[in-house]
Every structure is written in structure tokens, then in C-alpha cells.
């Protein structure tokens, strides 16, 4: 079994907003199937599938970001899972907008969802896909700024940065994480003012 978990908000109020794009990736793996990812069985939304001959759980936790981990540990324990079966994809608030980078293992880089996962597996060892927010306007807070929405211009950009998610996410479902970033990463060589594996470190509380 695989598991791929969007991070994100509950509730209608963050529907598209910048720190629910692990939230959208879900839904865009949801229409690839054709499921809707429901229920709420450890704490989460979820829903499986057989893609080429791996079992696939998507996984949406219904906790707030920050307490991502109360339903990710419990479903990992429950089907006896190793940390190499998980996918989290969320935000990252230092990557330019609409930039993917995979990652196998690391710090949570200041994504409160991803270091709670993170601290409840008891290991750093969990692939991550950060999806680039941008970073907020001069004078604009950083927890107003991932809990809004995206500008029209911007909304193509993030479109196509999701449907690149899902797409990459199932690469690594099938064919592991160093296929995943090889698709995922094309660039060798970073911006140096990028901060590595470096996300929004606000404390939403959301």
C-alpha cells in the first residue's frame, strides 16, 4: 500500500486558499479515479484505489493543519505501514508560486501540518511534495497571506502546478520517490534565495 496525504484545512471558509493545495492535489487525484475522498475514519477523509497494481490510500486528515499528525499516525499504525509508504503534499510559503520539490526526507522546514506528521511518525524519513505559494506582499502577515486565495492571474499558474502534483504523486506511488523527483525537480541547480526545504513557519493555529 501507498499513501498520499493532502494537507490542508477543514471547512468551506479555506476552500482554495494557498495553504490548502494538498487539500486540491486530493481532489484532482479524486477525479483522475473517480472518487471523492469521504468518511471520517481517523480523523480524515479517505479513499482507496488499485493503480497498476498498488493499492492506493488518499488521504485527507479533517484536523486543523497543525494537528495533521493525530490523523496521519493513527491510520499508519492501523495498516502497519513504514514511513517510505507516505506521501504528504502541502504549501510551502519559499517557493516561488506554482514550484514543485520533492524531497524523500528532511525537516519540516517550518510547515507546522508536516512537522506534526513528522513528530507523530517519530521520524524525518517521510516524502514530501511542497507546492510554492509565493511569498505575501511587503506589510502583509504571513498567516493572513497562506489563508488566502489566489489572484485570477495567479489561479492558472497554481492549476497547472496541482494537476503536475497529482500527476507526479502517482510516479511516485508506482515507480518510487527518485522517478518522482526527476520528473518533480527538473532543476539541478536552485535559486540560491531559495531556502531549502524552508516553508511557512507561522503558527496559523488553523
Known amino acids: 500500500m501507498k499513501v498520499i496525504v493532502g494537507l490542508g484545512n477543514p471547512g468551506s471558509r ?3 486558499t494557498r495553504h490548502n493545495v494538498g487539500f486540491d492535489v486530493l481532489e484532482e487525484l479524486g477525479r483522475h479515479f473517480g472518487i471523492v475522498p469521504a468518511g471520517n475514519r481517523f480523523n480524515a477523509r479517505t479513499g ?15 484536523t486543523f493543519m497543525n494537528n495533521s ?47 506534526d506528521v513528522l513528530r507523530r511518525l517519530g521520524t524525518s524519513e517521510v516524502a514530501r511534495l511542497r507546492i510554492g505559494i509565493g511569498q505575501p ?9 497562506v489563508l488566502s486565495r489566489f489572484s485570477a492571474d495567479e489561479r492558472p499558474v497554481i492549476e497547472t502546478a496541482v494537476a503536475d502534483a497529482a ?5 511516485w506511488a508506482e515507480l518510487g520517490p527518485d522517478a518522482a523527483m526527476n520528473q518533480l525537480n527538473p532543476n539541478p541547480n536552485p535559486d540560491p534565495a531559495e531556502k531549502p526545504d524552508a516553508a ?3 503558527a496559523d493555529g488553523e
Open 48 to 62: 482507496e484505489v488499485t493503480f497498476r497494481e498498488t493499492r492506493l490510500l488518499l488521504v485527507a486528515p479533517q
Open 69 to 115: 499528525g493525530q490523523a496521519v499516525g493513527p491510520l499508519v499504525d492501523f495498516y502497519k505501514l513504514q514511513p517510505d509508504q507516505v506521501l504528504v503534499v502541502c504549501d510551502d510559503l519559499n517557493l516561488p508560486l506554482g514550484r514543485l520539490r520533492l524531497r524523500q526526507q528532511g525537516s519540516a522546514g517550518g510547515q507546522k501540518g508536516l512537522a
Open 200 to 202: 511557512d513557519g507561522m
Open 137 to 145: 506582499p511587503p506589510r502583509f502577515e504571513a498567516t493572513n497571506f
Open 14 to 16: 479555506y476552500q482554495r
Open 167 to 171: 500527476q507526479g504523486a502517482l510516479v
